[in-house]
């Protein structure tokens, strides 16, 4: 960045601290401001009222169900078809032509525009299929594919029939894919033969088939082509996309299912290492998604077109460009690739292109950006855009300003976002048209969300105070509970302070009572807006023969928000410890867990620093990590230990792709 750009962010940070929303945006706002206190005097009552936006087959007895807490039911007695409400009824309303997404293939000039009619056609044939397959209502269906429609297709297929999916994100190594398939018991994987990154074909299928030999119970893998890569084949039990699907029928009568039908596990890092199995159920999860897309990002179904720079293996992938904007008939962009390839300028490129009104991206991607130089996107016709959102962590300030600044011309608002996969729905964030923002501010509790932020013993703290951050109430697309283990639910979420929902995010109130967001307080780090265990991490590592112990902490990251930083101790016969064993060691990572795991540095070290009772004091290490004074060395064992330690920082690692 220039200094003159440096200069000018920095005036603009201190001379205007609230951005106000633009008039022409407060005047059609979908919502006002009493919303907030309609929700306040009943927030059972305002999300019955939102829970009108879906078509129900049945109706629904009660809104809530709280006399079981934590286990909550949502709609009781109702009953609905997720796929029938992303898809059919926007069809039967006349909305087939509209375009439900613009796919964009990373090789450029890959792309396809999917119409609503043309999804419905896929997502009956694909049901068909599956039902053909032997797939029953309650049977789990892993999906481990690219970015492609057909990923979309599958999810909705599999809803339709009333099969949990489980979806693990394509750069996950084949023993995260066990894990997950044997945790759920999932009977059928839907795969590609690969997928395109960085200019590229990235093979999906060898992984699948490694994971298969150690998952006797998957009966079918079925294979969509998308590179022509050649691939191995299990006669009998693999199946292609196209000779499954294809030749099916259309036509597909959805199932109504109750409201508390699973819809999907997703599985996010835990801090014994094991991955949780999130479950998130059909109605709630479903009012949740469509009701906050609706209200925060001020969409106009009928005419703005929406891009989730995300994932679909992550959570905001699920809620924001899968079943959120599809209940609302929206039309989306859905991405293949990286911001890079084949050049610096593609997502602007593509924003012109598609005359996108809203961007949703994570701030390690406006990070990155900003390093690039905003010649870059000044290249490119950004006029189109209205509202920008950010996702997956904190968003510092300076890239807040240069976000709304050089992308959204100067007057596009900001939505700075808070949620999680646990709580399906976004939580926290300015309502564009109504509120105020802050750079760096995730601001307040949407309407029927109770945020509060306490202290040690769980007491609400003060303006200008710091503490945890809390939910006290219960909301629709809450996660019913982690998949087969309702105690691990309970200890995980609802066990430090009694009665409440505890994030595991730090937070502050500023002293108007607008909320900041710290991050994780826990063991789970946060890299790129992706959850990564530090106990997994370790246990990779240990994992290697040559290392004997393994210490893991995430630490400040200018582009990532967060990374990876290991500390290990050698077993005697891995000789000195030098560059080529650090290298070893993160590619060994990489491939037990996935590229996004794997360490920016590998520091080689004597000893680890641990109390008497044994243990590791993680919070030294950070301080070794970020490269600031060690605090309080008084409670360790043996003290000289961080002078040893900061001896064989010359043996470093650090990330070179």
């Known amino acids: 960045m220039s200094d003159s750009t440096q200069a000018a962010l920095s005036n603009l940070m201190h001379e205007q601290r609230h951005f106000d929303p633009p008039e022409e945006l407060a005047r059609h706002a979908n919502v006002s401001a009493d919303v907030y206190d309609e929700a306040d005097r009943d927030p059972v009552a305002f999300w019955g009222k939102q829970a009108e936006r879906l078509t129900w087959a049945e109706p629904f007895t009660d809104v809530l169900d709280w006399s079981n807490p934590p286990f909550a039911k949502w709609y009781v007695g109702g009953k609905l078809n997720a796929a029938y409400n992303c898809v059919d009824r926007h069809v039967e309303a006349g909305n087939g032509d509209r375009v439900a997404f613009h796919w964009v293939g990373e090789p450029e000039g890959d792309t396809r525009d999917l119409t609503y009619a043309e999804l419905k056609d896929e997502v009956c ?33 599999c809803a339709r029939i009333g099969a949990p999916h489980t979806v693990v994100f394509g750069g996950f190594s084949s023993q995260a894919l066990v894990d997950r398939i044997q945790d759920c018991d999932a009977r059928v994987v839907i795969t590609a033969d690969g997928g395109y990154r960085r200019g590229a074909p990235a093979s999906l299928k060898p992984a699948v088939d490694e994971a298969v030999e150690r998952c006797p119970d998957v009966r079918s893998v079925l294979v969509v082509r998308r590179t022509g890569q050649d691939v191995a084949w299990t006669e009998g039990r693999d199946v292609w996309w196209h000779d499954a699907v294809g030749g099916q029928s259309t036509e597909h009568t959805p199932e109504a299912f109750d409201s508390e039908h699973p819809l999907y596990v997703m599985y996010t890092s835990g801090t014994t290492g094991k991955p949780k199995g999130i479950l998130h159920t059909t109605g709630g999860y479903l009012v949740g998604t469509s009701y906050t897309h609706w209200a925060v990002f001020d969409l106009k179904p009928e005419t703005d077109v929406f891009w989730t720079a995300a994932d679909i293996g992550w959570v905001t992938g699920h809620s924001y460009i899968v079943y959120g904007p599809l209940a609302n008939g929206t039309t989306s962009v859905m991405y293949e690739g990286t911001p890079d390839t084949p050049h610096k300028g593609r997502w602007w490129e593509i924003i012109s292109q598609y005359k996108v009104n809203i961007l949703y991206c994570a701030p390690t991607a406006i990070r990155t950006f900003m390093k690039w130089g ?94 945890y951050l809390t939910l006290t109430q219960p909301w629709p697309a809450m996660l019913r509970t982690i998949w087969g283990d309702d105690q691990r639910y309970r200890d995980t979420y609802w066990s430090r302070f009694e009665g409440v929902y505890f994030a595991g995010d730090g937070a502050k109130l500023d002293e108007e009572g607008d909320i900041w967001l710290l991050g994780r307080v826990d063991d789970v780090m946060n890299v790129s807006g992706h959850r990564l265990s530090t106990t997994e991490i370790e246990s990779a590592l240990v994992s290697h023969p040559k290392v004997a112990e393994a210490a893991v902490v995430g630490a400040k990251d200018e582009d990532t928000g967060q990374a990876v930083c290991a500390f290990v101790i050698l077993r005697e016969s891995a000789g ?37 009772s044994g243990k590791i004091m993680r919070r030294l290490l950070k301080d070794v990590a970020e490269e600031r004074e060690v605090g309080d060395v008084t409670t360790l064992a043996d003290s000289t230990v961080m002078d040893l330690i900061s001896e064989n920082l010359k043996d470093s690692g650090s990330d070179e792709d």
């Open 576 to 612: 000195d410890g030098g560059q080529d064993i650090v290298e070893e060691l993160r590619a060994h990572v990489a491939k037990e867990i996935g590229k996004i795991a794997r360490p920016r540095q590998i520091m080689v070290v004597p000893e680890l620093p641990k109390t008497r």
């Open 374 to 467: 905003k010649e870059i996107p000044e290249k490119s016709d950004l006029s189109s855009l209205r509202l920008l959102g950010s996702v997956g962590e904190p968003i510092n300030p300076e890239a807040w300003i240069w976000y709304r600044e050089v992308i959204g011309g100067g007057h596009c608002p900001v939505v700075d976002t808070w949620w999680q996969t646990e709580t399906g729905q976004l939580m926290i964030s300015p309502l564009p048209g109504v509120t105020s923002s802050k750079p760096g501010s995730a601001m307040k509790a949407l309407p029927g969300i109770s945020a509060v932020v306490v202290d040690d013993v769980g007491k609400p703290v003060s303006k200008g105070e710091g503490g």
């Open 125 to 157: 044939r694909a049901a068909n299929a599956l039902v053909e397959l032997g797939v029953q209502t309650g049977d789990r269906v892993a999906i481990y594919m690219p970015m492609i429609p057909e990923t979309v297709v599958a999810m909705l297929a």
